[in-house]
């Protein structure tokens, strides 16, 4: 089945600095997700990117399906923005498959 | 638009008891999933149902684990009997087809003593 890889496995911040996180993933892909888990658990839908660009506020992602990556910008980054970041994706007949995230610590 | 929703929000119980979680999806979504998610882990696929229909259950423990999605609504997940590292929190997920985009309930978080 696919695989998914996401770097780098922690990330710590000031407020206010920029940052890219990045999934790799080992075969086409039919659908590619980008979901924030806060503290508290939730999984919060942050993007549905199989491949091209879109943009949500201080959030945007690119995913190059020909390259086999996607990358998840985070702008200006707020403290609400901690948690962790993980990529997920379909291919062929694969249910969705979860990278290992990314922990993101923002500190004022 | 109501979320995905399950309950209990949180379980405690002994080894070789049982649980059993319910999922109810978002209104219309045909594909509905349950994920298990350990501390520190990304969540793992259990099961994957298509309307009333399994899809996937290649990741479900059978020998413990059951699921059952009635009617092609709502969902409930049975562990019996649950061991220790049944720890986890349960995440149903609903979409609207097949490779859809996931939306997440807010989970179930079981601890076995």
């Known amino acids: 089945g696919i695989q998914v890889e996401q770097s780098p496995p922690d990330l710590i911040l000031q407020e206010g600095a920029n940052s890219t996180l990045r999934c790799n993933f080992s075969?086409?892909?039919?659908?590619l997700q980008w979901f924030h888990q806060n503290p508290w658990g939730q999984l919060i839908n942050l993007f549905y990117?199989?491949?091209g660009t879109k943009q949500n506020g201080r959030l945007s992602a690119t995913t190059v399906a020909t390259e086999r990556y996607s990358l998840l910008y985070i702008s200006s980054s707020q403290t609400t923005d901690s948690g962790v970041y993980f990529c997920?994706?379909?291919?062929?007949?694969?249910?969705?498959?979860f990278g290992k995230g990314t922990r993101l610590s923002v500190i004022a | 638009e109501a979320g995905v929703a399950q309950s209990p929000r949180y379980k405690i119980i002994e080894k070789r008891q049982s649980v059993a979680f319910w999922c109810n999806p978002i209104?219309?979504?045909?594909?509905l999933y349950w994920y298990q998610q350990i501390l520190g882990q990304g969540p793992k696929l259990l099961i994957q149902?298509?309307?009333?229909?399994?899809?996937?259950d290649s990741q479900l423990p059978k020998d413990r684990f059951s699921a059952e999605r009635l009617k092609g609504v709502d969902s409930t997940l049975k562990i019996q009997p649950a061991k220790l590292e049944d720890s986890a929190v349960y995440l149903c997920?609903?979409?609207?087809?097949?490779?859809?985009?996931?939306?997440f309930g807010e989970g179930s978080r079981l601890t076995v003593l």
């Open positions: 997920a609903s979409s609207l087809n097949w490779a859809g985009e996931l939306f």
């Open positions: 075969d086409s892909v039919n659908n």
């Open positions: 990117i199989p491949s």
């Open positions: 997920a994706a379909y291919s062929g007949n694969t249910p969705l498959v």
């Open positions: 209104s219309g979504h045909a594909t």
């Open positions: 149902f298509q309307n009333n229909g399994v899809v996937d």
